[in-house]
């Protein structure tokens, strides 16, 4: 067994194609017109072709129960970036427990999109404010060989 892609239905394949890769930089890969294979092990297919696929059962966009996880390690440009596009935004920056900042957004098909920053960004941000290594691992909440792993050159 192996892990192949994660799979999505959208109304429009070329909206989708254009969000996907205007907003998060992703390239088509293989275009099979219902179809399409981007970079990063994600795919796209058209609504009715997933309907045939699943028996005509109702897909239900909009659910809020799962979400696409990427890293950006260039945050604060990433989120000039967006300014530059019409987004839903689930909720604005947030900074998580463990120091990682995150934005979540609907791509056109109301599908979570997650953009977090690098964690090895955020071990060397924490550093670069003077913080020691154990003490960025205190704030991460994570064991020292983790934070010292993204310290090595």
């Not at 070329?14 to 930089?25: N, T």
């Not at 909009?62 to 260039?74: H, K, P, S, T």
Request: glycine residues 6%; proline residues 1%; charged residues 25%.
């Amino acid at each position: 067994m192996k892990y192949v892609c994660t799979l999505i239905s959208v109304k429009d394949m070329e909206i989708s194609k254009k969000f996907y890769h205007d907003v998060l930089g992703l390239e088509v890969i293989s275009d099979l017109g219902a179809n399409v294979a981007l970079t990063g092990g994600f795919a796209l297919q058209t609504m009715d072709t997933w309907q045939d696929f699943i028996a005509h059962k109702e897909v239900r966009l909009q659910n809020n129960a799962a979400e696409l996880v990427f890293e950006e390690r260039e945050m604060d440009a990433f989120l000039e970036h967006l300014k530059c596009f019409d987004i839903k935004y689930v909720h604005d920056i947030v900074e998580h427990s463990w120091g990682q900042r995150v934005i979540r957004f609907y791509d056109p098909d109301y599908h979570i999109i997650e953009v977090g920053e690098d964690m090895e960004m955020v071990v060397k941000r924490f550093i670069a404010t003077g913080m020691t290594e154990l003490q960025v691992a205190e704030r991460m909440n994570v064991p020292l060989e983790y934070v010292q792993g993204y310290l090595k050159d």
